[in-house]
């Protein structure tokens, strides 16, 4: 955990563990002049010569950790390279730089950072934003997964103290930007969290008692059905994925109000597979050890209806989250059964492991038609194939609308929450025939294509609701070197639906 001060008095002032300062590549003493000064007079006076021997030239993540010795304490100066000032990159570049330096803070085995900001004017943004980013990159880089290890070393420290030393000017637009990136940070950080708890401990009902907790907290409207409502509205799909669990499935509806008149509504649905072995078509090993990943989608659901909660946008938002295990047992759906979902239309189920959109149907039948949605995104683990096309730095989009795909790429531009459309020509609809029920749960190997034959699915339980889809696979769980993550969860979706949401 962070807890975030600003400050406008001088950063060498504070009482902290470690100086960070980032810095732009190509940099001259002259910019930090005055700091420098100071730096170079009263702690590092042979800082320039170090730099240039080491080679320190503010390249993106370039970095110089040095201790100074201040009133008999040893501290430590770091330095952070930003990289250039490409308009492209920029704002994330700050983020990892950002992420960079608190996790040499904890190399350190510090407790507490002076952060000098950087003006927000070398990025083209206002200072509130760039505060909110920074705040949001410490936050994720701070977090940890520790609940299970036992020896204090490797648990690290619980809490950093960072000290942004900010522009008098512009101090109060900042200290509101920490605070809406606090918040965000939070659901992103919960997330991660519930994605990274056991599968054995983070299961349907847990889950749908954490969105009871956000819903009590947050003065949120909740509906949750339980499995055998479920089975009596005729949600056959997910039904169908739940039978070889021992547990129950559950359908939970979270619900933010906006205070204005006829706003418009806006849906999420997330895919809540709390643990995917692929029922009895079994996944091999290797493909299953990661699958308490497959909640992702409702992690990033709950946890965006909880922030949004707190920073109130002109939209009412519902959020809806199918949660189901996916287990082979004697009781378990086999390929061959079909399903009827929650809008009456059918799938034959070829292969128990496309099971993520069988729920997603049901979902998405229901906000269809309880919900009155001027707009649905669905955000899913749904296919291995989204993650062989995009890998793990770009989430799978597709949709039915270009207002919605526009909006959301502007979303994400915003949070720093990279995307990729993929197309969903009338072609690939072949792909899913079936000869004894209106659609396969598989796309036909012949088309390939498996990202975008899911979406294909999906869009028969949206009727003409402008909607989109967001397949998390590949970004949702283990992204490798973006300093503000680890491995484990990401808590994607959180960052992009908030932006979207607020920007709406
Ligand atoms: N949960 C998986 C998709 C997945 C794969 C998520 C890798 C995260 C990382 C999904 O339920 C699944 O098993 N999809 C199958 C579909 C196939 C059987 C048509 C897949 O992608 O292999
Ligand atoms: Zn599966
Ligand atoms: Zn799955």
Not at 14 to 31: L, M, P, R, S, V
Request: glycine content about 8%; overall charge neutral.
């Amino acid at each position: 955990m962070i807890t975030c001060k600003v400050t406008s008095n001088p950063i060498l002032d504070q009482k902290a563990d470690c100086y960070a300062f980032t810095i732009e590549e190509g940099f001259a003493a002259a910019q930090f002049s005055k700091l420098f000064e100071e730096l170079t007079k009263k702690y590092l006076p042979d800082l320039l010569m170090i730099m240039k021997q080491r080679k320190f030239t503010g390249k993106l993540m370039d970095t110089l950790v040095l201790p100074m010795n201040i009133k008999d304490k040893i501290v430590y100066c770091i330095f952070v390279g930003v990289g250039k000032h490409d308009a492209e990159t920029r704002i994330e570049n700050y983020r990892r730089a950002i992420g960079h330096t608190l996790k040499q803070v904890m190399a350190c085995r510090g407790e507490s950072v002076a952060l000098h900001l950087m003006s927000a004017r070398l990025f083209g943004v206002k200072p509130q934003y760039l505060a909110k980013q920074v705040t949001i990159a410490l936050n994720m880089a701070a977090y940890h997964f520790n609940d299970y290890i036992t020896t204090k070393k490797s648990k690290g420290s619980e809490v950093y103290e960072v000290t942004l030393c900010v522009d008098a000017k512009h101090k109060k637009e900042i200290t509101q930007g920490i605070k809406e990136g606090e918040c965000i940070a939070d659901a992103v950080n919960k997330a991660r969290h519930w994605v990274d708890l056991p599968p054995s401990i983070l299961t349907p009902p847990h889950l749908a008692d954490k969105a009871k907790e956000i819903a009590k907290r947050h003065e949120l409207g909740i509906k949750v059905f339980a499995e055998k409502q479920i089975n009596k509205m005729g949600m056959g799909g997910l039904s169908a994925v739940s039978r070889g669990s021992d547990l129950d499935c559950y359908l939970v509806i979270l619900e933010y109000r906006a205070k204005k008149k006829n706003a418009p509504t806006v849906v999420f649905v997330g895919k809540g597979i709390t643990f995917d072995s692929g029922g009895l078509s079994i996944k091999p090993s290797v493909h299953m050890e990661t699958m308490k990943e497959d909640m992702s989608g409702a992690a990033a659901v709950i946890a965006t209806m909880g922030a949004l909660a707190q920073l109130k946008p002109d939209i009412n938002v519902i959020g809806i989250t199918p949660l189901s295990e996916n287990l082979p047992s004697d009781k378990a759906t086999k390929p061959g059964d079909i399903a009827c979902f929650y809008n009456g239309k059918t799938a034959e189920i070829k292969n128990t492991d496309a099971e993520g959109r069988l729920v997603l149907a049901d979902a998405l039948s229901y906000a269809v038609k309880h919900c009155n949605p001027d707009a649905i995104i669905d955000v899913a683990t749904l296919t291995g194939a989204c993650a062989y096309a995009l890998g793990p730095f770009h989430t799978g989009l597709m949709g039915n609308n270009e207002d919605l795909i526009d909006a959301i790429y502007e979303a994400s531009e915003i949070s720093g929450e990279l995307v990729w459309r993929l197309p969903m020509g009338d072609d690939y609809k072949q792909a899913i025939k079936s000869e004894v029920a209106d659609m396969s749960n598989i796309g036909s190997p012949k088309i390939m294509a498996g990202a975008i034959t899911a979406a294909h699915f999906l869009q028969n339980f949206v009727d003409d609701v402008p909607w989109a889809h967001l397949d998390i696979a590949g970004t949702a769980f283990n992204v490798p070197n973006i300093p503000y993550y680890r491995p484990g969860a990401t808590g994607v979706g959180v960052r992009l639906l908030v932006e979207l949401a607020m920007n709406w």
